[in-house]
């Protein structure tokens, strides 16, 4: 055996590195891709991959390259690239050493949809309580897509093949470019005018830009306002929008959105089975347990002998009009001793004793009642003689008595000279009035104001 003929690994690995080293087209490569599975080391070495629908390549980019970058990069970042494609011989992978990266307009994509992200979901636009279940058995299924296409497609093969019972409802609508997130809002609404159980929105894969109306805020929106439970199925598996977040279900393709849509007839019917399998236990387990109890009282002693019931209650009722009867000898015989007690007693021969308490209370409060009014009376008197006290103090009449009258005219008090108007005067002294007539009434006026 010729073993010279076989390489080490080593050997093969450095073959094609020196491959690819000495291939002038590989020495300045320009790529454009997404970022994914970034991580900055703390050397200041950026690892990463770039990755397209259908490739993925291994990239480095060394601290003395990435410092001169103007932005941050980061998963989902689509970037242009610079660099050389080697291989690195540990692992014997290929991968390219970048040397310049900037941001692809794309890349500005991804922040306008994490930006819109963050804004609807503090909304609460995709919150779980605002979920409309997904009916189990939808009659009718409603689906907003291109009527060209492998989703259609896929739908509908899918729809027939699991439950061909189901209506589908297409409404075409366009799926990508710049008219097309209106053309989708006016679907959705115009679907909400049909009868539908489930609606399925959505559409192939494809790149970020094919995919962008459904990362539009009107299509949220509208996904959100739909009266009908919605389905989202757009793209691949890995891809996600706006309209999977807000939907009330998501789907990871549009044949997994079929799926969810309608269950399988085959399970369906086994499911029925089953059930009428159950069913038929459950009335039979029925149907034996009472004939156990049928037969169990056909057997029984009372149903072949009907006649010992009746002795049964007959002798019952006996037995409780003997205790009736002995209750109301007891309590006839308890009253008659409890009344002969109370003629033999002292309060029932002498009734006046019940009263006793009452005359002694009432004596009581007559003797009380004198008391206080003999008190009050005493009372009122003294204040009677000490208010008559007073007014002898002030009674006028004890001026009379020291020589003083009073002169009245006209039944008015005369108290200056000035008030004299007639000649007639009554004049009250202590002991009775004389009547007097005053003249030369001027003459002495003169001479009091000539003596004052």
Same mark, same amino acid.
């Given at each position: 055996?010729?073993?010279?003929?076989?390489?080490?690994?080593?050997?093969?690995?450095?073959?094609?590195?020196?491959?690819?080293?000495?291939?002038?087209?590989?020495?300045?490569?320009?790529?454009?891709?997404?970022?994914?599975?970034?991580?900055?080391?703390?050397?200041?070495?950026?690892?990463?991959?770039?990755?397209?629908?259908?490739?993925?390549?291994?990239?480095?980019?060394?601290?003395?390259?990435?410092?001169?970058?103007?932005?941050?990069?980061?998963?989902?970042?689509?970037?242009?690239?610079?660099?050389?494609?080697?291989?690195?011989?540990?692992?014997?992978?290929?991968?390219?050493?970048?040397?310049?990266?900037?941001?692809?307009?794309?890349?500005?994509?991804?922040?306008?949809?994490?930006?819109?992200?963050?804004?609807?979901?503090? +909304?609460?636009?995709?919150? @779980?309580?605002?979920?409309? #279940? *997904? %009916?189990? =058995?939808?009659?009718?299924?409603?689906? !907003?897509?291109?009527?060209?296409?492998?989703?259609?497609?896929?739908?509908?093969?899918?729809?027939?093949?699991?439950?061909?019972?189901?209506?589908?409802?297409?409404?075409?609508?366009?799926?990508?470019?710049?008219?097309?997130?209106?053309?989708?809002?006016?679907?959705?609404?115009?679907?909400?005018?049909?009868?539908?159980?489930?609606?399925?929105?959505?559409?192939?894969?494809?790149?970020?830009?094919?995919?962008?109306?459904?990362?539009? +805020?009107?299509?949220?929106? @509208?996904?959100?306002?739909? #009266? *009908? %439970?919605? =389905?989202?199925?757009?793209?691949?598996? !890995?891809?996600?929008?706006?309209?999977?977040?807000?939907?009330?279900?998501?789907?990871?393709?549009?044949?997994?959105?079929?799926?969810?849509?309608?269950?399988?007839?085959?399970?369906?019917?086994?499911?029925?089975?089953?059930?009428?399998?159950?069913?038929?236990?459950?009335?039979?387990?029925?149907?034996?347990?009472?004939?156990?109890?049928?037969?169990?009282?056909?057997?029984?002693?009372?149903?072949?002998?009907?006649?010992?019931?009746?002795?049964?209650?007959?002798?019952?009722?006996?037995?409780?009009?003997?205790?009736?009867?002995?209750?109301?000898?007891?309590?006839?015989?308890?009253?008659?001793?409890?009344?002969?007690?109370?003629?033999?007693?002292?309060?029932?021969?002498?009734?006046?004793?019940?009263?006793?308490?009452?005359?002694?209370?009432?004596?009581?409060?007559?003797?009380?009642?004198?008391?206080?009014?003999?008190?009050?009376?005493?009372?009122?008197?003294?204040?009677?003689?000490?208010?008559?006290?007073?007014?002898?103090?002030?009674?006028?009449?004890?001026?009379?008595?020291?020589?003083?009258?009073?002169?009245?005219?006209?039944?008015?008090?005369?108290?200056?000279?000035?008030?004299?108007?007639?000649?007639?005067?009554?004049?009250?002294?202590?002991?009775?009035?004389?009547?007097?007539?005053?003249?030369?009434?001027?003459?002495?006026?003169?001479?009091?104001?000539?003596?004052?």
């Amino acid at each position: 055996m010729n073993e010279d003929k076989y390489l080490s690994i080593g050997a093969l690995t450095r073959y094609l590195k020196a491959k690819f080293d000495g291939d002038a087209n590989l020495r300045t490569v320009f790529l454009k891709g997404e970022i994914s599975n970034f991580k900055a080391h703390t050397s200041g070495h950026f690892y990463f991959s770039l990755k397209d629908e259908t490739s993925k390549i291994n990239a480095i980019m060394f601290a003395s390259k990435a410092r001169l970058i103007n932005f941050t990069p980061m998963d989902g970042s689509k970037v242009l690239v610079t660099g050389r494609v080697s291989v690195y011989e540990a692992t014997g992978s290929y991968q390219i050493y970048v040397d310049e990266m900037m941001e692809d307009g794309v890349g500005n994509l991804y922040i306008a949809f994490e930006k819109l992200k963050k804004e609807l979901a503090k +909304e609460g636009l995709f919150d @779980a309580k605002y979920k409309k #279940p *997904i %009916p189990k =058995i939808p009659e009718k299924i409603g689906i !907003i897509t291109a009527s060209t296409g492998a989703a259609i497609r896929d739908i509908i093969s899918t729809i027939r093949r699991r439950f061909p019972y189901a209506e589908t409802y297409l409404f075409p609508c366009l799926v990508q470019g710049e008219f097309a997130k209106d053309d989708i809002v006016k679907k959705i609404k115009q679907a909400s005018d049909y009868d539908i159980d489930v609606l399925i929105v959505g559409r192939g894969g494809g790149s970020i830009e094919d995919m962008w109306p459904f990362n539009e +805020e009107i299509v949220a929106r @509208a996904i959100f306002d739909c #009266p *009908i %439970p919605v =389905i989202s199925a757009v793209g691949h598996e !890995i891809d996600f929008t706006i309209a999977d977040f807000v939907a009330d279900l998501r789907a990871p393709t549009p044949t997994g959105a079929a799926e969810m849509a309608v269950p399988n007839m085959n399970d369906l019917i086994t499911h029925l089975q089953q059930l009428q399998i159950r069913l038929n236990e459950a009335v039979n387990n029925h149907i034996n347990k009472y004939q156990m109890q049928l037969n169990h009282l056909k057997d029984s002693y009372v149903l072949k002998n009907p006649m010992i019931m009746f002795d049964n209650k007959k002798q019952r009722l006996m037995l409780l009009e003997e205790r009736i009867n002995e209750n109301l000898k007891r309590k006839v015989e308890y009253e008659r001793l409890h009344l002969d007690h109370l003629k033999k007693s002292y309060i029932f021969k002498n009734p006046e004793v019940l009263f006793e308490p009452a005359l002694n209370q009432l004596k009581v409060f007559q003797e009380t009642l004198q008391r206080q009014i003999t008190s009050h009376i005493k009372n009122r008197n003294q204040y009677l003689q000490y208010q008559i006290e007073k007014l002898e103090v002030v009674n006028p009449l004890h001026i009379l008595n020291k020589g003083y009258n009073v002169a009245y005219q006209n039944g008015c008090l005369i108290k200056s000279v000035e008030q004299i108007k007639d000649k007639d005067l009554s004049l009250h002294f202590q002991d009775g009035v004389i009547y007097a007539t005053v003249d030369k009434i001027e003459k002495e006026k003169r001479e009091w104001q000539s003596k004052k």
